[in-house]
Each structure stands twice: as structure tokens, then as C-alpha cells.
């Protein structure tokens, strides 16, 4: 049984060929006019808990779209599994059925709980690693995510890794009831005050800067060093980030440090493969956000404002 549903007006291309080339029959000499018919169906929205049985491969590739060309810098399979763990919280979005692969995710558990884990272990020293710039940023990480060898009876304040990922097309406004619903399961949850008491999470997004198209140099065979290398098309566009979660934006706000960084094996892919219709490709960037409870809760609240279900 679903948790919930919701109805959302969804950008699926649904032109009928037969209805086109009618269309062109009825335009006489402007028939070799590109048509461009487009309708927006209804697409209804079923909210499940998380299904072991079913979700594995799903979030894992999830988890690869997440951190992008580094997602072989730690073991998927095993954060997957802790994401599916027994009595786990969280919601996955599908429109056929329990069974049908997720549209979208939203999880969390426990770094604090998992440091011995070996694929908790590897994430926690990639996050290090890609925030060493960010001085006061790396320290913090460290204290949080790095076991207490100190001794001291004082308990470390613990930390959750909350994983959000959704097909590109998917609307933002199934996001706010998402981390509403997550927010109570943690509550609810057999021994919460243990598992999902959290003062902090750690959340892992993508943003994205336009860059300018790019062309191969007109070079001689004989000239290996420069082979490849690129030049510019056209003007410069300034630097400019965008979100592929737009909920980011209200997370970095309340967000207790932030940053966002060049994925280790970055350019794996050429940025000019990544077009979208524009004369610019498109250069994903990792985004590490560390947020606290209370503003995590206000957060959900400012996204249930600014992006209402329909």
C-alpha cells in the first residue's frame, strides 16, 4: 500500500505522428513548417517506503547519478545495503506499483553508527579529501565523522547521510512531502533516539556551470602535445551555477557550511556531451551541504511554501 499519492502535471511529449502529419495537410504552402505539438498528461504520483527486493539495483544507480564520475571512489553496493536496512526510513516515488523501478528517493542513516563500516569508512574520506581546501569546513567533517579515540565519556554528536536522487524530469514539488514524510519516520522509528537521532546531516547534491562549447584545434599529427587541445566557439559566458535539485537553494541557506567542488575524476566525460539544447555544455560539479536538525526542519518548512503540491 502507497503512503500517499499526488497528482502532478508532468513534460511528457505525447504528440501523436498521425496528428502532425494531418496538422501539415491542413497548412497548405506553410505545410513544410516544423509543427510542434505537446500535451501535458496527468501523471499520478504513489509514495512506498523502501523495498529491499525491489529497490537495490535502483538506488544504486541512484547513487552512481548522485556523485557522478567518482561514484567508484567507494562501495555503492555497501551504502546501498545500509540505506536498505531493516526497519530504514525513507520514501521512494513510483506510478506502477510497489514493484516498478523508483522515479525518485529520499533515505537516511547513520554515518555516526557505520564508521566501521568499509564503504562508510571509503565515503567519509572522500568527503575529507574533496573538502581539505575549505579549512574550517574540513575540520568540522573531521570531528564529526571521525570515530572518538579520545576516551571521553561525552557523547560526539552524530551525523546522518541523507541521499536524495530523482529522474531528471521529476517535479520539485514532490520533494517538500518527501522530507516531511522522512522527518516523521525518524521520529516514529523502533529505537530513534539511537538510530536517527541525528544533530546533524550530511547532505551529497550536484549543481552545474554552463560552459562554452568547445572545438578540436587544427593541429599537425607530428604535434602530440597539443593534440586534442581546445579552443572557444564563440564568446565567453561568465561563470554560472544552476541546481539540478532546486531545493538545494533553501538548504544552502540554512546550511551550516556548504561547498561545492570539482569531482576527482572530472572530465571523464567531455562537458560537450552534455548539451541541452544550447550552445553551451553542461560541467556537473559535487555539492556537499552540513545542515543541522533545526534547520533541516525549517528548511522542509520554507520548501513546503515555495514549492506547494498541486
Known sequence: MSKRQIESDSDIDVSSTDESDNELGHQGNGGDRDVDMQETVNVDFDFFDLNPDVDFHALKNF??????????????????????????????????????????????????????????????????????????????LKKLLQPNTSGSSTSSPKVGLIVSERLINMPIEVVPPMYKMLSEEMQKADNANERFNFDYFLIISKVYQLVDAVEKDDVDDD??????????????????????????????????????????????????????????????????????????????????QQFPAP
Open 63 to 140: 547513487l552512481r547519478q548522485l556523485f557522478g564520475d567518482d561514484h567508484g571512489e567507494f562501495d555503492t553496493s555497501g551504502i546501498a545495503d545500509l540505506i536498505l536496512a531493516k526497519n530504514g526510513v525513507g520514501t521512494t516515488i513510483k506510478t506502477e506499483g510497489q514493484e516498478s523501478d523508483p522515479y525518485a528517493l529520499l533515505s537516511v542513516f547513520s554515518i555516526s553508527n557505520n564508521l566501521t563500516q568499509p564503504s562508510v569508512k571509503q565515503l567519509v574520506e572522500y568527503v575529507l579529501k574533496q573538502t581539505r581546501n575549505k579549512l574550517e569546513f574540513n575540520v568540522t
Open 223 to 304: 604535434d602530440v602535445t597539443n593534440k586534442g587541445k581546445k579552443r572557444k566557439t564563440g564568446d565567453q559566458k561568465p561563470a554560472e551555477f544552476d541546481y539540478f535539485h532546486l531545493e538545494d537553494q533553501i538548504l544552502e541557506a540554512n546550511a551550516t557550511y556548504k561547498g561545492v567542488f570539482d569531482y576527482k575524476n572530472k572530465n571523464q566525460q567531455e562537458t560537450d556531451s552534455r548539451r541541452v539544447f544550447t550552445d553551451y555544455g553542461i560541467d556537473p560539479k559535487l555539492s556537499i551541504i552540513l545542515i543541522s536538525k533545526d534547520n533541516l526542519a525549517k528548511s522542509v518548512t520554507e520548501m513546503e
